[in-house]
């Protein structure tokens, strides 16, 4: 079954850079897209970018833009985002997902999560 | 606030009908974009509900079903049933933003 597997939870200064995986399994990797959303504690989802996985492109959304970046690796199957600069609100769970069609679809499924704190 | 509108809250007792909205605008939903609804249970990862406008992945029950029109799109559930209890969300793309979009979330309680 399609699948994605991500990263262990990690914890961070302010400042400081997080890279989190997110192992896709299930599907071939470089015929969908994978995007990137965020949920801070007690609040909603907020998509943050997306990566096409067959050409590299990319798109991220204003907030996050220029402190992220997007990459993934064919031979392994596998999406990387990097946040920088990071800020206490930055603290979240950060969900990976499969995105049918292209940049424009739906998200299915999604990674278990990675929470991420941001912590003096 | 987000770009696409939802309730805060909708409320019913088991075996109700309730509908939850989603207003967006002509650069989302009516550009036209499809609409897609997400339950997330909380503690859980959200899972897909409701694909393109109104369409039902395997495995969810024929209680949801989705609707569009315009800018707005909505999701309605019958039959109420105590595990429909959790937070549901839209989700379309904005050609202004160039990027996917979320609505803040509606928290449904089953009374």
């Known amino acids: 079954q399609v699948q994605l597997e991500q990263s262990g939870a990690d914890v961070k200064q302010p400042g400081a850079s997080v890279k989190l995986s997110c192992e896709a399994s299930?599907?071939?990797?470089?015929?969908?897209?994978i995007s990137w959303v965020r949920q801070a504690p007690g609040q909603g989802l907020e998509w943050m970018g997306w990566?096409?996985?067959?050409?590299?492109?990319?798109k991220y959304s204003h907030k996050v833009q220029g402190r992220v970046t997007l990459t993934a690796d064919t031979s392994t199957s596998t999406a990387y985002m990097e946040l920088r600069s990071l800020r206490s609100d930055d603290t979240a769970v950060y969900y990976c997902?499969?995105?049918?069609?292209?940049?424009?679809?739906?998200?299915?499924?999604w990674g278990q999560g990675t929470l991420v704190t941001v912590s003096s | 606030q987000s770009v696409l509108t939802q309730p805060p809250s909708v409320s019913g007792a088991p075996g109700q009908r309730v509908t939850i909205s989603c207003t967006g605008s002509?650069?989302?939903?009516?550009?036209?974009?499809?609409v897609h609804w997400y339950q997330q249970v909380p503690g859980t990862v959200p899972k897909l509900l409701i694909f393109?406008?109104?369409n039902r992945p395997s495995g969810v029950p024929d209680r949801f079903s989705g609707s569009k029109s315009g800018t707005s799109a909505s999701l309605a559930i019958t039959g109420l049933q105590a595990e429909d209890e959790a937070d549901y969300y839209c989700?379309?793309?904005?050609?202004?933003?160039?990027?996917?979009?979320f609505g803040g979330g509606t928290k449904l309680t089953v009374l």
């Open positions: 997902a499969r995105v049918i069609p292209a940049a424009i679809g739906r998200f299915d499924p």
């Open positions: 299930g599907y071939t990797f470089s015929n969908f897209g």
């Open positions: 990566i096409g996985i067959y050409n590299g492109q990319t």
């Open positions: 002509s650069s989302n939903i009516g550009a036209p974009y499809d």
């Open positions: 393109d406008n109104n």
């Open positions: 989700q379309s793309y904005d050609s202004s933003l160039s990027g996917s979009i």
